[in-house]
């Protein structure tokens, strides 16, 4: 229930992930997305003691969906585009085809662990925490989505919109380092971009 009360505050706030996309921008963040800069929304949401942080990130990718998608279903290249993330492992599939990634993120300090289910169409991945499995943070959502982009000069790109809300739950984190997560989180996009730009180097 606290889930389905913050994804509709959220909806609300940003847009949902199925009208949170390139015809729902400005014309002026789409003359900054031409012009290669990020696109970014910050959301906060409370409901009783829980708070989730995010927001939605706009970046333009020069490459094609498919690889964009290719980051995005590699668990490897997922674990260098989640901001401190050790380790990052599929652990199964769940009922309806979701696939279950186990994601282990932190520091010398402290790192928390979880579970994802992750659903897959042709140009989007949504997500969210799977609850029946031990967690380290209360909850998170979100999702990518890849649309085709021309840039000024007509050429072919990928707009690549991220959406994601994560209630780390009470404690140093939240008290201490929120803006820092928050910032991390809607930062995604411009790693992922730079995967894509890395994986098109020649050899």
Same mark, same amino acid.
């Given at each position: ?104 993120? $932190?520091? @010398?300090?402290?790192?928390?662990? &979880?579970? =994802?289910? #992750? ?6 991945? %949504? ?26 000069? $007509?050429? @072919?790109?990928?707009?690549?919109? &991220?959406? =994601?809300? #994560? ?6 984190? %939240? ?29």
């Amino acid at each position: 229930m606290r889930r389905l009360l913050a994804s509709l505050a959220f909806v609300s706030a940003v847009g949902a992930t199925t009208a949170a996309r390139a015809d729902s921008l400005r014309p002026h963040e789409s003359a900054r997305l031409a012009r290669g800069e990020t696109v970014i929304r910050e959301q906060t949401l409370e409901r009783g003691e829980h708070r989730w942080i995010g927001g939605i990130t706009y970046t333009v990718v020069d490459g094609s969906a498919a690889e964009v998608a290719g980051v995005i279903d590699d668990v490897e290249s997922l674990r260098r585009v989640l901001p401190k993330t050790k380790r990052a492992r599929v652990v199964g599939t769940a009922s309806g085809g979701d696939q279950l990634v186990e994601l282990v993120q $932190g520091n @010398a300090l402290m790192e928390a662990a &979880y579970t =994802i289910r #992750v659903r897959r169409d042709a140009r989007e991945a %949504r997500f969210w925490l799977d609850p029946s499995r031990p967690h380290g943070i209360d909850d998170a959502w979100g999702f990518f989505r890849f649309e085709p982009f021309i840039g000024p000069g $007509g050429e @072919a790109r990928v707009l690549l919109t &991220y959406g =994601i809300m #994560v209630d780390v739950g009470p404690g140093i984190v %939240r008290d201490l380092f929120e803006e820092r997560l928050r910032a991390a989180l809607l930062s995604v996009p411009q790693l992922v971009q730079r995967q894509v730009a890395q994986l098109r180097r020649p050899i």
